[in-house]
């Protein structure tokens, strides 16, 4: 190991009233969920000095229910437990197939969903589908509990509305009419981060088509593809929705790829989407 | 801090934040689980955490207080598996093998070929080509099932 833990603090709070309260209190302090990212910052030595919040003990953050009508899921719920849930399976099975893609076995015991999020990379896995889902981000702090849509959570690059004395406690996701697609184009199944990843809906409520798509890995933040969804829908040619993804994105070359190939291949991704996801 | 390792309580003084890997290697001795990447990728470093496989390099030491853990010594030598990773060729330069043990104990008793390479799909081998470490869990199987005729149950409780 390259980094150093000599200095740095761990506060274990044993409910969650306490450990927003500590955030409030003692901040700032780093949320530590799975660590399966941030123990490789860590290990790389490439995180700043900081101190941490235990949060794997809390129970309170884990768990899959359905309350009233939306599907409730704990940050802290691992992709393991999110692929041997039948409620996902049932309600929201783009997010298993997801969590199925996500690192190996070893990773998917121990990273969380809320990790995931709070995390904020571009290229997280199970964002675009809590954004194709039209998810609620539940945020707690010491002074109460706010819901944040998925759409408008992310401002920036690794940025986004919630504040340091705020912890992720679960995701709200309404029922999702209509067909669910999620395709995560890498190197390799296991292991590879995205070189770009998205997830889409293809609701015909009332006879009416409505798409919802998102896409990762072409952007600063995962983007809601908003314009290309409209010309989907109102029945635009399929070359015509092909050109606008490729300008309603702006994607980067990286180590991963370039901005060339993600800009034909997210075409491809939007036809790929046409054809499968609109049969019935 | 109070851990459970291979059936004993150890009481260990590591920083809170240690990684699982350097209190197993250096404060337990327990050397036989290796560090490979440093970063998730390779799996070299792969314990059991309550019977999960997890890459002992990204879990601090506080997150697995009161949590059995078993690495590859806790298998005494004697696990079909390691049997069978002897015989077939499992192991060839052995960094990835006791990851790739643990790993495939946490596949349970009969996995199918699909279920051992998805399932050991975040352990690295750059000897084998993979076609041998597959072969051997395979062939542990069998072993497995004759064991466990002959001795009731002991190779499933065994993990």
């Known amino acids: 190991m390259q980094g150093t833990i000599a200095g740095r603090q761990l506060l274990q709070p044993r409910w969650l009233g306490d450990a927003v309260k500590m955030l409030r209190d003692e901040g700032p302090l780093v949320p530590l969920a799975g660590c399966t990212d941030l123990y490789v910052a860590l290990n790389f030595g490439t995180l700043r000095p900081t101190r941490f919040l235990n949060l794997w003990n809390l129970d309170a953050l884990r768990g899959i229910e359905t309350r009233g009508n939306a599907l409730r899921i704990g940050a802290q719920t691992t992709y393991t437990e999110i692929m041997k849930s039948a409620a996902i399976h049932r309600r929201l099975p783009m997010l298993a197939a997801a969590a199925r893609e996500i690192g190996g076995v070893q990773i998917q015991n121990r990273g969380t969903i809320g990790g995931n999020v709070a995390n904020a990379s571009p290229a997280g896995d199970t964002l675009p589908v809590l954004l194709a889902a039209d998810a609620v981000v539940v945020l707690r702090s010491a002074a109460g509990t706010r819901r944040v849509p998925m759409t408008s959570f992310y401002t920036g690059y690794r940025q986004s509305v919630a504040r340091l004395d705020e912890l992720i406690v679960g995701f709200e996701i309404p029922p999702v009419r209509g067909r669910q697609w999620f395709r995560k184009v890498g190197t390799r199944a296991a292991q590879a981060i995205a070189k770009i990843v998205v997830a889409g809906v293809w609701d015909t409520a009332r006879g009416e088509a409505r798409p919802r798509l998102a896409m990762g890995s072409v952007a600063p933040t995962p983007l809601r593809l908003s314009q290309t969804e409209r010309a989907l829908g109102s029945g635009a040619s399929l070359a015509d929705a092909q050109q606008i993804v490729q300008r309603e994105i702006a994607p980067i070359d990286d180590l991963r790829s370039t901005a060339e190939y993600r800009r034909r291949v997210a075409a491809n991704l939007v036809g790929q989407f046409y054809s499968e996801a609109r049969k019935r | ?159």
């Open chain 2, 1 to 159: 801090m109070k851990l459970t390792v291979n059936r004993k309580t150890v009481t260990v003084k590591a920083h809170p934040l240690t990684r699982l890997l350097d209190v197993l290697r250096e404060e337990c001795g327990l050397t036989g689980t290796k560090e490979g990447c440093g970063e998730g990728e390779c799996g070299a470093c792969t314990v059991l955490v309550d019977g999960e496989a997890v890459n002992s390099c990204l879990v601090p030491v506080a997150q697995v207080q009161g949590s059995r853990i078993t690495t590859i010594e806790g298998l005494r030598g004697t696990h079909p598996l390691q049997r069978a990773f002897v015989e077939h060729g499992g192991a060839q330069c052995g960094i990835c093998t006791p990851g790739m043990i643990m790993a495939a104990t946490a596949l349970g008793p009969r996995p199918s070929l699909d279920e051992i390479r998805t399932g050991l799909a975040g352990n690295l081998c750059r000897c084998t080509g993979y076609a041998a470490i597959y072969r051997s869990v395979l062939a542990s199987r069998a072993r497995s099932r004759a064991r466990s005729k002959g001795k009731g149950q002991r190779a499933k409780a065994k993990v």
